[in-house]
């Protein structure tokens, strides 16, 4: 429930309590007007007041104490309600009108008590304008805002639930160019920080990608289908199934965001495997000298197995993602949904409009071009070596095995190189500096202080804009005087230019790093930086590395705090280490002297209103004006040592004197703690950190936990909150989804195939494609996160398709052999190259389509990445490998089952020879089980 964006509004005259009317009765009612918009917010705002500063000498000079002024404001200045009347004809409101419209009218509002009694004589009575000085003014101010360097009010503007953020942000925009030109002269109003300007940035970049894959996935139907017209039918499933999966994502209440829309790039690769397989099994008829429509047919119905097999084993592979919690399980539902929509509209299609196609006007016939009959010719050779080669395969299945078994294991030792995160880091043009001084650090030192943190950053070519924040009210009054944050806007990465220091381009991240270095060497200063892409899906400050520390008590909590960020600081995985923990903070302590206090007639409660009215200041009424009402707030003048003031305030005693507050109380200065956290009722420390660059947060979290297993004793024990638990949760949850996603791939293709041992063999895809998966990874310097797992989850989808279409023509072989049909060698050597074009299609049809995802380079890439990679390698690798090693392990599974059956049989035999014994007391013949006895004359 964040603000979706965040405008300055700036005044060139300075007048800041304009500027803050101006935003609450104005700018606030404008903008809660535009459709979908939820609430306003406003960051540095202070609201406008009624000040009543107290005169210091004045109060011994008229011997009126502070209590006796807030009284006079809240008896004097009020306006109470009197009931109504009625004649026989009229009705009228009664109302004792007492409050004071103006400034001056206020002045005049008489203390016409003193110490709760009433002042017998009236020159003895004294105003208010006496004592105080009043204005119209701004509360007391706890936080200063700046954009470019210039004080400005921040506006926050949430949606309303299920509002389109993007639909909404270009609303409000919409709205900002109305409101411009009635402005007052010298006040504008900017867009500070927009969160769906990266969302529309990144939704351009996957659009692209969706057209460049089109594009690719074409050209790859063309080259091996040789017609523009098969092309064409070929490419008629991608509008079909992606225009279908939008109408589902729709009824589905699903929205368009990067897993759907990269759930439908992915897809264009797979959509056209069916349209593929259909149209090249029904082109081979039609070369074998079949007629159209006779090819059609008869293409259709021999290839519909294999096709609703491979895409039931994709569906298959997104159901256990339904059973994950949280919000990534949501995010992994419209990725599946997705997918899945696509891939059953597909083969619909495939099965139904395709080969009425390729029956009424898809032309095939020789390839008449250079290129063409290069690429028949080169296909042709492909085919030939292929089997040349699967025969020599067939019959060294150990030797094959083995390699590629050591393949497998290679692959799964590189996961120890390879960077372990929840989402990978993007350069999204914005992050967030925190700044902390020393606790007790006045507002203006602050203030002073980051103004120079301001300067640096407005100066480098690669900011557009800075928004400072600095102050706030925390615990005990003016807490954060101490603290401040800057939002900082990144040029776009294209705009940034080449520094000439380093010779090219500063990232995003390149440039916090530099940006931490030299605002650290700011005097007091202590620099955190909060990349908002690393926070992901996770909640808390949004740091990749968050836990707490718990235990019973407080002072050694603090010291295993500084021990564990100590470790931390050390092992250089971690940066920009930060908690919660405040240490203690300066502050007056006023201790009465009560025996002092009551000789002099002074209760400890007039002590304490004295001290509150006098230096923090009392709320005491509220203030009409232009039909808003703002809060009076009594205070003393403001003075250049307000320390050294304390001691000359004068407290009211029952007697109607003014004592010296030093007579009754001591002052000393000591400090103390803010605030004390707790988390599952322990005391508790929150310790956040950023990764340093190129650690692994999987690394890290593991290093926390040995250290504090060795640092902390058995009462005390860190637990991990936002990202790093949802880093945790979300990896567990994804490993259960893929071995679900395994056993019931295994039962879908059991059902299919009916047959035990076909999806053994149909399943040694999958860790060929992990393989190629991992190793791509690493090429590709990619990190296992979210998205690469989601590519390794689709992967055990699409990869078994290839073995299904092995499998399957296999099978259809041997049916058709007849008595032959005991060979599975002699099967596999006829039918596996028949089946390689059709798989080489397919594959390459799905690399092309994820090759513009692999090279983005725009917003967003950094998730496309990772996801394209792992699809390109795991199907690039599996499908070299599975040629070779799902028919070895049909073969073995094939003469395993005949050893079985074969026992079987003999097992039975035996039986059956062993009844007749037992029936007739002679030997009988076995064959043909014939059971009748042999004449005893033989």
């Known amino acids: ?80 309600p009197g009931g109504f009347i009625q004649t026989q004809r009229d009705a009228f409101n009664v109302r004792t009108m007492g409050e004071a419209k103006s400034v001056p009218e206020f002045n005049q509002l008489v203390i016409n008590h003193r110490a709760g009694q009433v002042i017998q004589d009236p020159t003895n009575m004294v105003k208010i304008g006496q004592i105080a000085h009043v204005e119209e003014n701004l509360a007391e101010v706890y936080r200063i805002s700046r954009f470019d360097g210039i004080p400005a009010l921040g506006i926050g503007i949430k949606k309303q639930l299920g509002s389109n953020s993007v639909a909404v942000a270009k609303a409000i925009k919409a709205q900002i160019e109305n409101i411009k030109d009635q402005l007052p002269p010298g006040m504008k109003l900017s867009v500070n920080f927009d969160s769906t300007r990266f969302i529309e940035q990144s939704v351009h970049e996957m659009i692209k990608h969706l057209i460049l894959a089109v594009l690719l996935t074409s050209i790859v139907c063309w080259a091996f289908l040789g017609s523009w017209s098969a092309t064409f039918n070929v490419l008629l499933s991608i509008p079909t199934s992606i225009m279908g999966a ?16 990269l759930g439908l790039t992915l897809a264009i690769g797979i959509v056209v495997d069916d349209a593929i397989m259909v149209l090249e099994n029904i082109f081979r008829y039609n070369e074998k000298g079949f007629g159209k429509i006779e090819s059609a047919i008869i293409g259709a119905r021999e290839i519909t197995f294999a096709a609703l097999a491979a895409s039931v084993a994709v569906i298959a592979i997104f159901l256990p993602v339904a059973f994950m919690k949280g919000i990534i399980g949501k995010f992994f539902l419209q990725f599946g949904v997705t997918i899945s929509l696509a891939v059953f509209l597909s083969l619909v299609e495939s099965l139904t409009i395709t080969p ?107 900011v557009a804009h800075v928004y400072a924040a600095i102050g706030g009210v925390g615990v005990a009054g003016a807490s954060d005087a101490n603290t401040g944050m800057m939002f900082v806007t990144l040029k776009d990465k294209d705009q940034r230019g080449v520094r000439p220091d380093i010779g090219h381009e500063l990232s995003q991240q390149e440039f916090m790093g530099m940006a931490r270095k030299e605002v650290s060497k700011i005097p007091d200063v202590q620099a955190f930086m909060m990349d908002l892409s690393s926070r992901g899906f996770g909640s808390g400050r949004g740091y990749p590395i968050e836990f707490v520390l718990e235990g019973p008590d407080w002072d050694q909590l603090a010291q295993y705090e500084k021990q564990m960020k100590e470790e931390m600081k050390k092992s250089g995985l971690m940066t920009d280490i930060d908690s919660n923990y405040l240490e203690g903070m300066p502050e007056v302590q006023i201790l009465p002297e009560r025996t002092q206090a009551a000789l002099h007639g002074v209760t400890i409660k007039a002590i304490g209103n004295t001290v509150n009215a006098l230096i923090g200041g009392v709320k005491a009424g509220q203030y009409p004006k232009d039909g808003h009402r703002y809060d009076i707030w009594v205070q003393l003048e403001k003075q250049e040592d307000p320390q050294k003031e304390i001691q000359h305030l004068l407290v009211g005693n029952s007697r109607n004197n003014l004592i010296p507050i030093t007579q009754v109380t001591r002052i000393v200065t000591a400090k103390a703690l803010q605030s004390i956290s707790r988390n599952n009722r322990q005391r508790a420390i929150s310790i956040y950190a950023n990764l340093a660059p190129g650690a692994s947060q999987q690394a890290a979290l593991s290093f926390l936990a040995s250290k504090a297993k060795a640092i902390l004793p058995a009462a005390y024990m860190i637990e991990e909150t936002g990202s790093s638990k949802t880093f945790q949760e979300s990896f567990a949850s994804l490993f259960l989804a893929l071995f679900l996603g395994f056993v019931v791939a295994y039962m879908v293709l059991a059902s299919q195939f009916n047959s035990f041992l076909d999806p053994i063999a149909i399943l040694m895809a999958l860790p060929f494609s992990f393989s190629g998966a991992f190793f791509a990874l690493k090429a590709m310097n990619q990190s296992i996160n979210m998205y690469s797992m989601i590519g390794i989850l689709l992967l055990m989808g699409i990869v078994k398709k290839n073995s299904i279409l092995l499998i399957e023509f296999t099978n259809l072989v041997r049916e058709r052999s007849g008595p032959a049909a005991n060979d599975a060698r002699k099967a596999l050597i006829e039918a596996c190259p028949v089946r390689l074009r059709p798989i080489i299609m397919t594959s390459l049809a799905t ?39 799902v028919p070895i392990v049909y073969s073995l599974l094939d003469k395993l089952s005949r050893r079985t059956e074969n026992r079987d049989a003999v097992k039975k035999a035996f039986a059956e020879v062993g009844e007749n014994e037992s029936l007739e007391k002679v030997p009988g013949p076995v064959s043909g089980h014939d059971l009748s006895p042999i004449p005893l004359s033989n």
């Open 1 to 80: 429930d964040q603000p979706i964006i965040w405008l300055a509004l700036t005044y060139e005259k300075g007048d800041m309590y304009f500027l803050m009317k101006y935003a609450r009765d104005y700018l606030k009612n404008r903008f809660t007007t535009v459709e979908g918009v939820g609430d306003i917010v406003f960051g540095g705002y202070t609201d406008p007041a009624l000040r009543v500063w107290i005169k210091p000498n004045t109060l011994t000079r008229y011997n009126v104490a502070a209590d006796d002024v807030i009284s006079a404001i809240e008896n004097e200045h009020s306006e109470i």
């Open 246 to 261: 939008f109408v589902g994502l729709y009824f589905g209440g699903f929205t368009l965001n990067t897993f759907t829309l």
């Open 356 to 462: 009425m196609r390729c029956a009424s006007f898809v032309q095939h016939g020789a390839r008449t071009t250079i290129l063409g009959k290069a690429f028949e010719s080169f296909m042709e050779g492909w085919r030939k070596l292929y089997q040349r080669s699967l025969i020599w395969v067939l019959y060294h299945r150990g030797l094959v095995l083995l390699g590629a078994t050591a393949f497998v294991a290679a692959s799964f030792y590189t996961i120890k190189f390879l960077n372990k995160e929840l989402t990978p880091v993007q350069d999204q043009s914005l992050f967030i500096t925190r700044m902390q001084l020393p606790v007790g650090s006045s507002l203006a030192y602050t203030n002073q202080q980051i103004l120079k943190a301001e300067q640096w950053m407005r100066s480098q070519n690669e």
């Open 847 to 885: 690399i092309a389509a994820a090759i513009p995802s692999a090279l983005a380079q725009g917003a967003g890439s950094e998730t496309f990445k990772p996801m394209a990679v792992t699809l390109i390698g795991g199907v690039f690798v599996s499908t070299l490998l599975t040629l070779y090693v």
